[in-house]
């Protein structure tokens, strides 16, 4: 039986090896509080093996979490360690890959079936995905958390530059996947607060083709985004149930 009574929160962290999932990582464990850090490669991250051996309370889990059977391996691992995460946030995600010729598309003429498949599968499909394996492991006599990084570019009121279809479509649908989970949750698990967050640009290989005219003072490091977001996160509550939310606090329109 998974104990709900731990004792400071424990959170799991997927995209853990780097970037933002890497510094939310440090941010918590600085603070002494468990983390379950996951992540296709985590045990070949040199930054997470060196957090283990200083004797932190952090466990790695070698996942791809747009698996579903690498999923259901996670889940099985996370019932034999008895481990009840009371925050969920996924740092997953995909803009570009150099080794797929993946690339945000600018024209019409740039999309393909490709393309849209893969930032479905890990943009949309592998958050959801996610939180069904994971939200029965909860505590559900306390509050609880489940969040997923989106970008203000899913936002279709926000969308006046066009360009990025794949991109946007999928946090778009990530976006629509966290507001319907929000409202089944309400009912089933009355005291989880769902969030989709945007952490701003951050100083990361995903944000890093495309810095060239972010304006100055608003690139952040991950370690600030991730102090940003863990604001958020650890005040959040029913006000923000539900919400698609800027690193500042601040609503942004679905």
Same mark, same amino acid.
């Given at each position: 039986?998974?104990?709900?009574?731990?004792?400071?929160?424990?959170?799991?962290? !997927?995209?853990?090896?780097?970037?933002?999932? #890497?510094? %939310?990582?440090?941010?918590?464990?600085?603070?002494? &509080?468990?983390?379950?850090?996951?992540? @296709? &490669?985590?045990?070949?991250?040199? !930054?997470?093996?060196?957090?283990?051996?200083?004797?932190? $309370?952090? @466990?790695?889990?070698?996942?791809?979490?747009?698996?579903?059977?690498? %999923?259901?391996? #996670?889940? *099985?691992?996370?019932?034999?360690?008895?481990?009840?995460? /009371? /925050?969920?946030?996924?740092?997953?995600?995909?803009?570009?890959?150099?080794? !797929?010729?993946?690339?945000?598309? *600018?024209?019409?003429?740039?999309?393909?079936? /490709?393309?849209?498949?893969?930032?479905?599968?890990?943009? !949309?499909?592998?958050?959801?995905?996610?939180?069904?394996?994971? %939200?029965?492991?909860? $505590?559900?006599?306390?509050?609880?958390?489940?969040?997923?990084?989106?970008?203000?570019?899913?936002?279709?009121?926000?969308? &006046?530059?066009?360009?990025?279809?794949?991109? @946007?479509?999928? *946090?778009?649908?990530?976006? /629509? #996947?966290? @507001?319907?989970?929000?409202?089944?949750?309400?009912?089933?698990?009355?005291?989880?607060?769902?969030?989709?967050?945007?952490?701003?640009?951050?100083?990361?290989?995903?944000?890093?083709?495309?810095?060239?005219?972010?304006?100055?003072? *608003?690139?952040?490091?991950?370690?600030?985004?991730?102090?940003?977001?863990?604001?958020?996160?650890?005040?959040?509550?029913?006000?923000?149930?539900?919400?698609?939310?800027?690193?500042?606090?601040?609503?942004?329109?679905?």
């Amino acid at each position: 039986m998974l104990r709900d009574d731990l004792t400071p929160t424990t959170r799991l962290i !997927t995209g853990a090896s780097s970037g933002i999932g #890497l510094a %939310l990582v440090e941010y918590w464990l600085s603070r002494q &509080h468990p983390v379950i850090a996951v992540s @296709r &490669h985590a045990s070949q991250c040199e !930054t997470l093996q060196s957090l283990q051996q200083k004797g932190l $309370p952090l @466990r790695c889990i070698d996942t791809d979490i747009a698996d579903p059977d690498q %999923l259901e391996a #996670l889940t *099985k691992r996370l019932k034999e360690w008895e481990a009840a995460p /009371q /925050q969920i946030i996924n740092c997953v995600g995909l803009l570009h890959d150099a080794t !797929t010729g993946q690339a945000p598309e *600018k024209r019409l003429e740039d999309i393909n079936l /490709q393309r849209l498949q893969q930032s479905f599968a890990i943009n !949309t499909f592998a958050p959801i995905l996610l939180a069904r394996a994971l %939200l029965p492991l909860m $505590p559900r006599r306390q509050p609880g958390i489940f969040a997923s990084i989106s970008a203000r570019v899913g936002s279709i009121e926000d969308n &006046h530059l066009g360009g990025w279809y794949s991109y @946007r479509a999928s *946090k778009a649908a990530q976006n /629509q #996947l966290l @507001r319907t989970l929000s409202v089944e949750t309400r009912r089933r698990y009355p005291q989880l607060c769902v969030l989709a967050l945007h952490p701003g640009t951050t100083d990361t290989p995903l944000s890093a083709p495309f810095q060239r005219n972010v304006p100055e003072g *608003k690139l952040f490091s991950p370690q600030r985004a991730a102090r940003q977001l863990a604001e958020i996160i650890d005040h959040a509550g029913e006000a923000q149930h539900g919400r698609f939310i800027a690193w500042d606090g601040k609503p942004i329109p679905w």
